[in-house]
């Protein structure tokens, strides 16, 4: 969706949070050209603070997208600030096998119409005790599936100094540096026309991730941690060919 069609509280949101992430933040931005193709996009992106969803949503709509956000369903059932989440666009997710489907619907239905879906695979911030990427959930991977989307990887490090989860602490500082990275499309064509078994979405869902971990440790610097175990294995030995780890 392109800025020219945004309604009247979709602007509303941008007056109200893009000045203050002007001034709180210092940003370094790469990767914009990745967003910048028309018709629906995926994009997955690491969970690191409380403060991503506004970071990330600062990015993708300087790079000329509108992001669409999953919530939890009983924010959008608030009085007024539901409302306003409805007309900005963005999606309930519901829990349970029924409303989970619902919420695949609305997530299928959001890509048809040429939208971005923002989807953080690991569902929480992350508890590992250096903010590296957990294993994630399977979500995105069934969407992909589903509707051929363009898979698009954004890393963030930096909103953990806005936000600490670690701490629950606020930092009101201006000019905090943070940096966002996209990347191209990840490579999962292997799968595609497959049905959504258990091993086709955890093998998807690997590749997402160890693409977003090796994306992170590429702007953080340092070594990133083993691999994850699935099914009593390492990461190493189960991946999936072409992973790039």
Known sequence: MGRRRLGFWQW???????????????????GMEHLRQDGPAIIVANH?????????????????????????????????????????????????????ARS???LVKALAAGGAVV????????????????????????????????????VMWGPERLFDPRRARL?????????VVAGPPIELSRWAGSAPTRQVLEEMTDVIML????????????????LWQRGGRSGAESQPPGSGA
């Open 171 to 179: 930092n009101p500082r201006p000019r905090i540096p943070v940096t």
């Open 104 to 106: 695949l619907d609305a």
């Open 119 to 154: 989807i953080y695979p690991e569902g929480t911030t992350s508890r590992e005790p250096n903010l590296w990427p957990m294993r994630g959930k399977t979500g995105a991977a069934r969407l992909a599936l589903a509707t051929g989307a363009p898979v698009i990887p954004l």
């Open 48 to 100: 690191i603070s409380h403060a991503d969803p506004l970071v990330s949503a600062h990015f993708i709509y300087e790079a000329g997208r509108w992001p669409q956000f999953l919530g939890k369903a009983s924010v959008f059932k608030v009085p007024v600030i539901g409302w306003i989440l409805h007309r900005c666009r963005q999606i309930p997710v519901e829990r349970g096998s029924v409303d989970a």
């Open 211 to 226: 693409r977003l971990r090796d994306m992170l440790a590429e702007i953080r610097g340092g070594t990133p941690p083993p």
């Open 12 to 30: 509303f949101a941008v007056v109200l949070i893009k000045p203050v992430m002007k001034v709180w933040t210092r940003r370094t931005w790469r």
